[in-house]
């Protein structure tokens, strides 16, 4: 069974940084596409950046420059390291896997797997 745990998210100040985790356990991230989902309260679940397979990376406009989508095979982890924070980045990030790597994009549609969530709160 497929299971993603996020961990790192927090309270940071505008300017700030932060490094979100997402423990991967039944499959292997070294043959899935991986992603992180953010979700603002009022608002739908929007796309912030994934990884294929090949390492293979796209992101949001609005987090390019700003943060970056990696993972670690050995450790079965996906990662995101978000810089420059912005009161806009608040809310609860979510790890999302896909097997159908053909269908990888931004859109919620393409993943099957999903974590909790970690809560982000950025203060300006």
């Known amino acids: 069974q497929v299971q993603l745990v996020e961990s790192g998210g927090g309270s940071v100040q505008a300017g700030g940084s932060l490094r979100l985790s997402c423990s991967a356990s039944?499959?292997?991230?070294?043959?899935?596409?991986m992603g992180w989902f953010r979700q603002a309260p009022g608002k739908e679940r929007e796309g912030v950046a994934t990884i294929d397979s090949r390492g293979i990376t796209r992101y949001a406009d609005s987090v390019k420059g700003r943060f970056t989508i990696s993972q670690d095979n050995a450790k079965n982890t996906l990662y995101l390291q978000m810089n420059s924070l912005e009161s806009e980045d608040t809310g609860m990030y979510y790890c999302a896997a896909t097997t159908y790597c053909y269908l990888l994009s931004l859109r919620t549609s393409s993943f099957e797997y999903w974590g909790q969530g970690t809560q982000v709160t950025v203060s300006s």
């Open positions: 039944g499959y292997t991230t070294s043959s899935a596409c």
